[in-house]
């Protein structure tokens, strides 16, 4: 199982960015997909979490900013970031929640990580 992101950059202050993250196989069921980052020197933190069925979890500092969507047929999530601040600065890494194959258990996977810098 492989996750690749895509879609960020730098931007400044204000602006929007739109983060992309495809699971690839082998995925015999995918679960729970989310965002998290990490800024220099702080520790990885969540940014938006979304359950199979749709269901939605932000952290505090980006609710009424960003929002979490997914395509299940592709196997995809995707972050849009809108107004975003110099505090949202950091690598953002793409998680999931797979079972690979009928016999294995759910496993947790990360994405290398996307670099975004937001600049005053």
């Known amino acids: 199982v492989q996750l690749v992101e895509s879609g960020g950059g730098l931007v400044q202050a204000g602006g929007s960015l739109r983060l992309s993250c495809v699971v690839h196989?082998?995925?015999?069921?995918?679960?729970?997909m989310a965002w998290y980052r990490q800024a220099p020197e702080k520790e990885r933190e969540l940014v938006a979490r979304?359950?199979?069925?749709?269901?939605?979890d932000y952290g505090d500092s980006v609710k009424g900013r960003f929002t979490i969507s997914r395509d299940n047929a592709q196997n995809t999530v995707f972050l849009q970031m809108d107004d975003l601040k110099p505090d949202d600065t950091g690598v953002y890494f793409c998680?999931?929640?797979?079972?690979?194959?009928?016999?294995?258990?759910?496993?947790?996977?990360w994405g290398p990580g996307t670099q975004v810098s937001v600049s005053s």
């Open positions: 196989g082998p995925i015999f069921i995918l679960s729970d």
């Open positions: 998680y999931a929640e797979v079972k690979p194959t009928w016999d294995r258990s759910f496993e947790k996977y």
């Open positions: 979304m359950g199979r069925g749709g269901s939605t």
